[in-house]
């Protein structure tokens, strides 16, 4: 956490790639807008941003607490380059398998990768749309999005194929 003191310390200064979701903070137990973003950390001497000392990305920022988790951008776009690449190659080797389906589908919303988990849910085989698994990740995916007629469309699906699916069954009532 950026901390000054008489103006003087370290701060973060603009926000890239934001992106919210509606969560419960990890530090707080509170209900709200939780928000991720790039940013750049600078050394400031009376408020003025002087000395960058990198590009973080803040993970979860609680509205309430302002509590959140921070990682190196660069990291970050390595870990999400490896998590997504890594279950799209996986379920492109064995593209009937719904858990590599499922997996790859859960990291692309993990990492709020709209473009990509769009890509991997229009290449899913019909082996595998036809599994109520798969259609509670595009359900959770797509509500995370924000397309919430998709999302009524999978959960509609997934309930079917599993009545004991929860999920999409209490997000339908």
Not at 45 to 67: A, Y
Not at 79 to 85: D, H, Q, V
Not at 91 to 96: G, K, N, S
Not at 102 to 113: G, H, I, M, P, R
Request: aromatic share 6%; with cysteine.
């Amino acid at each position: 956490m950026p901390t000054v003191v008489n103006g003087i310390g370290t701060w973060y200064y603009g926000k890239r790639n934001l992106t919210t979701r509606h969560g419960v903070c990890d530090s707080c137990a509170k209900a709200g807008h939780l928000a991720s973003y790039d940013t750049t950390l600078y050394i400031v001497v009376v408020f003025i941003p002087v000395i960058p000392l990198g590009t973080k990305r803040i993970i979860d920022s609680c509205p309430s607490c302002k509590q959140h988790r921070i990682m190196s951008l660069k990291e970050w776009e390595r870990t999400k380059a490896e998590s997504i690449g890594d279950g799209a190659l996986a379920l492109a080797d064995d593209p009937d398998n719904p858990d590599l389906a499922c997996k790859a589908l859960a990291a692309a919303v993990s990492f709020t990768a709209k473009d990509e988990f769009l890509g991997l849910a229009s290449s899913l085989s019909p082996a595998v749309t036809n599994n109520a698994d798969v259609q509670s990740v595009l359900h959770v995916g797509m509500e995370r999005f924000g397309m919430i007629a998709a999302a009524r469309a999978a959960a509609e699906a997934a309930v079917p194929l599993d009545p004991s699916s929860h999920p999409p069954k209490h997000d339908l009532a």
